[in-house]
């Protein structure tokens, strides 16, 4: 069985700085952080579903898809006995929306540095991807 998502790394610039938009979950009694994403349903295009998602989690509305970023993971899990190949495709997304709130579904939202971001996100492949996403940002000047 196969399933795919779509997420964003969304950001903005304040001060100098950039900052990252990270949501607390809970699954299966624990916490961990990440970025907002979720699944793509049926008829809708990676932007539309990447716009849904963020719109949803983070009451974020303005987001600018960066062109030529985009970047996907992919792992296994097991749901019900069976396997489960996830991809999640990742997109790279600005913003001048400081205000975001949690959804009902997550713990807590954030904006935060790189370094603290790093800090929080529980898995490997979501700290490769920020740290692809801030090399990327720093080559171009934002």
């Given at each position: 069985?196969?399933?795919?998502?779509?997420?964003?790394?969304v950001f903005r610039?304040?001060?100098?700085?950039?900052?990252?938009?990270?949501?607390?979950?809970?699954?299966?009694?624990?916490?961990?952080?990440?970025?907002?994403?979720?699944?793509?349903?049926?008829?809708?295009?990676?932007?539309?579903?990447?716009?849904?998602?963020?719109?949803?989690?983070?009451?974020?509305?303005?987001?600018?898809?960066?062109?030529?970023?985009?970047?996907?993971?992919?792992?296994f899990f097991r749901?019900?006995?069976?396997?489960?190949?996830?991809?999640?495709?990742?997109?790279?997304?600005?913003?001048?929306?400081?205000?975001?709130?949690?959804?009902?579904?997550?713990?807590?939202?954030?904006?935060?540095?790189?370094?603290?971001?790093?800090?929080?996100?529980?898995?490997?492949?979501?700290?490769?991807?920020?740290?692809?996403?801030?090399?990327?940002?720093?080559?171009?000047?934002?």
């Open positions: 069985m196969k399933e795919k998502s779509v997420g964003g790394i610039k304040e001060n100098r700085r950039i900052l990252y938009l990270l949501l607390l979950y809970e699954r299966h009694s624990r916490t961990y952080w990440d970025f907002p994403k979720g699944h793509v349903e049926k008829g809708e295009s990676d932007e539309e579903t990447l716009r849904r998602e963020v719109m949803e989690e983070t009451s974020v509305a303005d987001i600018r898809v960066i062109r030529n970023f985009r970047h996907a993971i992919r792992y749901r019900g006995g069976k396997t489960v190949q996830k991809e999640v495709v990742f997109y790279l997304c600005e913003t001048g929306q400081k205000d975001a709130k949690v959804s009902r579904e997550h713990k807590d939202i954030a904006w935060l540095g790189h370094d603290e971001a790093m800090e929080k996100l529980a898995f490997e492949n979501a700290k490769k991807l920020l740290a692809k996403a801030h090399k990327f940002l720093a080559k171009k000047d934002f």
